[in-house]
């Protein structure tokens, strides 16, 4: 009976270190430095799939870390993206236009970036290699779709209301990546127009891709700042709440199927 009792407390003594980790991070892209976040459950035992996390124009701020920490709760290892260096933040539009526009105007800076981070996740004791993924947010989706059009070697590539007109025409076969967009049909940022060209685009490239469309929401639709962001800065952004529950929902089954 005491040796019964001993081993439950165990048990519950384990259950009770057990925890989400997160740690700040360094790795290089060049000789420039980018601090991005890494989250895992050290629960779990084995190599697990990779998810990459590209957060919004303000760079690698709260809501990239609470995505990468729910990920890590469904076994993945995740890594918050630095695009902009040094772990670089805005906290105004100005700046953060500033920031993403340096990286958009500049594709091989972009693509060193993004590979430098995928590699050094790839290369974590806890990650099996190959198996990776990358999640976007508004300039965050860009940034991976492009990616997914430069054939980097990705399992699977998410983008949450992200812009999705770009200069790159990708041929039959280029794309190597499984393609989920989730998009607001209000948000202005990304017209209808833009819609039916990516979706041309994809078809011409013969892209595994599926692209969700949520009537009546706006830009910005997953994050729970948003309609503080729109009041303080005069933007045009809502948070969805049902958006953000569906499209995480079907994130999570895209993942599932996609990664081993």
């Given at each position: 009976?005491?040796s019964?009792?001993?081993?439950?407390l165990?048990?519950?003594?384990?259950?009770?270190?057990?925890?989400?980790?997160?740690?700040?991070?360094?790795?290089?892209?060049?000789?420039?430095?980018?601090?991005?976040?890494?989250?895992?459950?050290?629960?779990?035992?084995?190599?697990?799939?990779?998810?990459l996390?590209?957060?919004?124009?303000?760079?690698?701020?709260?809501?990239?870390?609470?995505?990468?920490?729910?990920?890590?709760g469904?076994?993945y290892?995740?890594?918050?993206?630095d695009?902009?260096?040094?772990?670089?933040?805005?906290?105004?539009?100005?700046?953060?236009g500033?920031?993403a526009?340096?990286?958009?105007k500049?594709?091989?800076?972009?693509y060193?970036?993004f590979?430098?981070a995928?590699?050094?996740?790839?290369?974590?004791?806890?990650?099996?290699?190959?198996?990776?993924?990358?999640?976007?947010?508004?300039f965050?989706?860009?940034?991976?779709?492009?990616?997914?059009?430069?054939?980097?070697?990705?399992?699977?590539?998410a983008?949450?209301?992200g812009?999705?007109?770009?200069?790159?025409?990708?041929?039959?076969?280029?794309?190597?990546?499984?393609i989920?967009?989730?998009?607001?049909?209000?948000?202005p940022?990304?017209?209808?127009?833009?819609v039916?060209?990516?979706?041309?685009?994809?078809?011409n490239?013969?892209?595994?891709?599926?692209?969700?469309?949520?009537?009546?929401v706006?830009?910005?639709f997953?994050?729970?700042?948003?309609?503080?962001?729109?009041?303080?800065?005069?933007?045009p952004?809502?948070?969805?709440a049902?958006?953000d529950?569906?499209?995480w929902?079907?994130?999570?089954?895209?993942?599932?199927?996609?990664?081993?």
């Amino acid at each position: 009976m005491k040796s019964l009792l001993a081993f439950s407390l165990l048990l519950l003594s384990s259950s009770a270190v057990a925890a989400i980790v997160g740690k700040d991070v360094e790795y290089r892209a060049g000789d420039t430095v980018m601090r991005g976040y890494l989250a895992y459950d050290d629960a779990v035992k084995g190599k697990r799939a990779g998810v990459l996390v590209v957060p919004e124009w303000w760079g690698a701020n709260d809501y990239g870390r609470k995505r990468a920490r729910l990920l890590a709760g469904e076994g993945y290892v995740a890594l918050v993206v630095d695009m902009y260096g040094n772990g670089q933040i805005a906290d105004n539009p100005k700046d953060a236009g500033a920031l993403a526009g340096s990286v958009n105007k500049n594709p091989p800076l972009a693509y060193a970036r993004f590979d430098a981070a995928r590699k050094f996740l790839d290369g974590q004791p806890n990650v099996r290699k190959g198996e990776t993924a990358a999640l976007g947010y508004c300039f965050g989706g860009s940034v991976v779709l492009h990616m997914a059009r430069a054939g980097m070697p990705l399992k699977a590539v998410a983008s949450y209301h992200g812009v999705l007109a770009s200069d790159v025409s990708p041929k039959p076969g280029d794309i190597k990546a499984k393609i989920r967009v989730f998009h607001g049909e209000a948000d202005p940022i990304v017209p209808p127009e833009q819609v039916e060209a990516f979706k041309a685009e994809m078809a011409n490239a013969r892209a595994d891709y599926m692209l969700v469309a949520y009537p009546g929401v706006k830009h910005t639709f997953t994050n729970r700042e948003a309609d503080s962001y729109a009041a303080q800065f005069g933007l045009p952004l809502k948070y969805d709440a049902e958006a953000d529950k569906d499209s995480w929902t079907r994130t999570l089954e895209f993942l599932k199927a996609t990664l081993n």
